[in-house]
């Protein structure tokens, strides 16, 4: 059996700018701090959590505590679910991908499994709104850790709880530089996903598959095996 690990924001799903308007309005309502002029670039594990973390060193000097998360994650849940009523196109799936992954765990040769930067709650929202099928696989996200090499390895290893297997090949599914580094640094087969065809940085970065959507199925999964 062979595992396929998918990012959700921007490899799934098509929420990447939603995410990030609500990301930093849940900050400017919960705490006052406003993200306009925060450097990305200095935040070392770009996840929910890692971010976050990033945010209070520079603003408070100190990391959150457990309240100030859980404050922040309700605002921002609360933000996408309004979000998602007012424009659910803002949630929708990349072409195809809701039949691919229903495909693919229908086909008995590839297992799935979720590795996100996403707090936990934010990742379920989007993948309900886009309407994927997704209950009952195994997830993991930036609650616990904000590394997402540590949220890959935990992927992996609850898929082999699940499966009650090794995997004889693993293929990260992403759309970010951080999927592609993490993939490489955990020696896994990489699908770079470019659904806006502005990363050419993934090209650069020395990712040699990428692709834009999943509505050839046959094809995906020809690459999946060739990864
Ligand atoms: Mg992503």
């Known amino acids: ?31 006052g701090i406003d993200l306009r002029d925060f450097d990305y670039s200095a935040v070392q594990h770009f996840t929910d959590s890692g971010i976050m973390d990033q945010i209070f060193l520079e603003e408070r000097g100190r990391k959150p505590n457990t ?14 679910k309004d979000a998602f009523g007012r424009d659910p196109e803002q949630f929708r799936p ?9 495909q693919l765990q229908k086909s008995g040769e590839w297992a799935i499994a979720f590795a996100t930067g996403c707090w936990q709650q934010s990742a379920h929202l989007k993948l309900d709104s886009a309407g994927f099928d997704w209950q ?11 590394d997402r090499q540590d949220i890959c390895r935990t992927a992996i290893g609850l898929a082999e709880q699940t499966w009650q297997a ?49 509505r050839d199925y046959t094809h995906f999964a020809a690459l999946l095996n060739a990864a």
């Not at 998360?69 to 933000?79: N, P, W």
């Not at 009952?136 to 904000?146: F, Q, R, V």
């Open 1 to 31: 059996m062979k595992l396929a690990i998918f990012d959700i924001d921007g490899t799934l799903t098509a929420t990447s700018k939603v995410d990030e308007s609500c990301y930093a309005r849940a900050f400017q309502d919960e705490f």
């Open 67 to 80: 309240s100030e998360i859980t404050a922040v994650q309700r605002c921002f849940i609360h933000l996408l």
């Open 94 to 102: 990349l072409h195809g991908a809701v039949e691919m992954l229903a």
């Open 136 to 146: 009952g696989l195994p997830l993991a996200h930036s609650d616990a850790t904000p």
């Open 166 to 214: 090794q995997f004889d090949k693993k293929v990260y599914i992403g759309d970010g530089l951080w999927d592609l580094r993490t993939a490489n640094a955990l020696g896994l087969g990489f699908i770079g996903i470019d659904f806006e065809n502005h990363h050419a940085s993934l090209a650069e970065a020395g990712a040699d598959t990428i692709i834009g959507d999943y």
